[in-house]
């Protein structure tokens, strides 16, 4: 068995491509048997012939036309080099210099993304390797010298690289931290072809943050958050950068978790920023809720973040609110479709829990939004239940905090908000028996004298219907 793999491995490296074609097209099969004789032959050629096999991958990556095998051989490179069982060390030197000079090459010229994304993994995680040994002088020249250069692949290329081997090797950048930093600064004050150049140093910006910076230098580095919102926005004006968008509110995200303190003197311009990006018409749901979770991430952070969020301005915190009381009802859809697409619903409902539980109390009452009344008596259903939802949540979790007199304080302003049928009914369904003392605070004068406590029925999915007269005197008459 051990020498037909090893003849059937060996067959693979001849002049005639058609053996490696085929072995590429079994090990990419969707059948069982196929692929995992194939899985055989390639262990047994890794095992035995590490060269060859290694020299075969590098020569279709670089000269193959057809995406699909450029693409199967990275990902078989990707395979073989990753950080935790790197091949490198059993090759022979020749080999080794022909795998970094492709590499680089490829990574500069490679045009699909996922192959290029591939690239630079591979690169990153064999630099990873031989950065340290000093074996690799090289990548680590490129990657210097194309932050100044004009061209937006070899820019791209250094700063991906920087954002993957800053939080590996700290120690080896910790002298060029400034010349780090003006340097991201330039890329992102530079107006590229392509979106994701600039997307590209705001992620190395975020690694130098964390990883090269401290609270005695912090100062000195301030800039970057400005331009990192900057580069947001340009990339939101883009057409289909919906994956930049994302990419750099994600690592907006890290850093407001990681070095919250970081943004102190920001923060009003971020959380502003941050919420015209929630509140863009045309962003997508994970954009909205990336953007807003920025926020939270920042007010989640009882030493700094908090403090920070809740000295805000008051308007601004209303914003915030009224944005997650948007999110929660799905306004855009047909009001006669059925709750089949949530939107961003069931993330706003976690964010408003979240964002009480971070803040005081009586910031949370104070920073209600105004439209919620008229969301409250809105003809729209959902409006209605995004409204009672809202609500719903701020009081529940007051009562996880155990405060039982702000508790009250709040279902008495709750109550004095539903100043509908429709409300609070809605507000008794989503409170329950806890509401009852409250209504006559929000309830026409007509229902004043009713005695409601003993025929009050929690009706499931009452949120969802609609009350005519004829079913309101039924209701009052069983007073």
């Known amino acids: 068995m051990a020498s037909s793999l090893r003849l059937r491995a060996k ?7 058609t053996e490696f074609f085929a072995f590429l097209q079994h090990l990419f099969s969707r059948e069982t048997v196929p692929r995992a004789v194939a899985r055989h032959v390639f262990d047994a050629a890794q095992k035995e012939f590490p060269d060859s096999l290694v020299v075969c991958l590098l020569t279709h990556l670089q000269k193959s036309p057809v995406k699909n095998t450029r693409s199967r051989c990275a990902i078989l490179l990707l395979r073989l080099f990753r950080r935790q069982h790197n091949l490198y060390h059993r090759l022979s030197p020749t080999a080794q210099n022909e795998l970094k000079t492709v590499l680089l090459h490829c990574m500069r010229q490679e045009s699909v993304a996922v192959i290029y994304r591939a690239l630079i993994d591979i690169v990153a995680d064999t630099a990873t390797l031989l950065l340290p040994k000093k074996q690799w002088p090289e990548v680590y020249e490129y990657m210097f010298q194309s932050l100044k250069t004009d061209d937006p692949r070899d820019v791209e290329c250094a700063a991906l690289l920087f954002t993957k081997l800053i939080p590996r090797f700290p120690q080896l950048f ?7 930093s003006e340097a991201f600064l330039g890329i992102m004050d530079t107006t590229w072809d392509s979106p994701v150049v600039s997307g590209a140093a705001v992620g190395a910006s975020v690694e130098l943050i964390l990883h090269l910076t401290t609270p005695s ?17 340009d990339v939101m004006d883009e057409i289909d950068a919906c994956f930049s968008t994302h990419r750099i509110l994600e690592d907006m995200a890290v850093l407001a978790g990681a070095e919250t303190r970081f943004l102190r003197s920001n923060i009003d311009y971020l959380v502003e920023k941050m919420l015209d990006a929630a509140e863009n018409y045309f962003a997508s749901n994970k954009t909205k809720e990336l953007a807003v979770e920025c926020v939270i991430t920042i007010a989640e952070d009882r030493e700094y973040g908090c403090g920070m969020i809740q000295n805000t301005p008051l308007d601004v915190l209303r914003r915030l609110f009224r944005v997650l009381l948007y999110m929660l009802a799905p306004i855009d859809l047909d009001p006669s479709e059925d709750e089949g697409d949530s939107g961003n619903c069931s993330y706003a409902m976690k964010a408003i829990a979240r964002l009480v539980k971070a803040l005081r109390e009586n910031v949370v009452i104070h920073s209600i939004p105004d439209c919620l009344n008229n969301f409250l008596q809105d003809l729209d259903w959902r409006r209605r239940q995004a409204a009672i939802t809202f609500l719903g949540l701020i009081v529940d979790s007051f009562s996880k905090k155990g405060n039982s007199r702000l508790k009250e ?13 429709q409300a609070w009914s809605r507000l008794c369904k989503y409170l329950g028996t806890e509401f009852v003392p409250y209504l006559s605070l929000s309830m026409p004068q007509l229902l004043l004298s009713a005695q409601l406590t003993n025929y ?24």
Request: charge should be negative.
């Open 11 to 17: 067959s693979l490296f001849t002049p005639d491509p």
């Open 456 to 479: 009050l029925d929690i009706i499931e999915n009452s949120d969802d219907m609609d009350y005519s007269d004829d079913e309101r005197l039924v209701f009052l008459q069983k007073s």
């Open 174 to 180: 910790l002298f060029h931290v400034n010349d780090l």
């Open 409 to 421: 304080a709040a279902l008495m302003s709750l109550a004095s908000l539903a100043d509908s049928f």
């Open 217 to 233: 230098n912090h100062e000195k580095h301030y800039d970057l958050v400005n331009y990192m919102l900057r580069v947001l926005f």
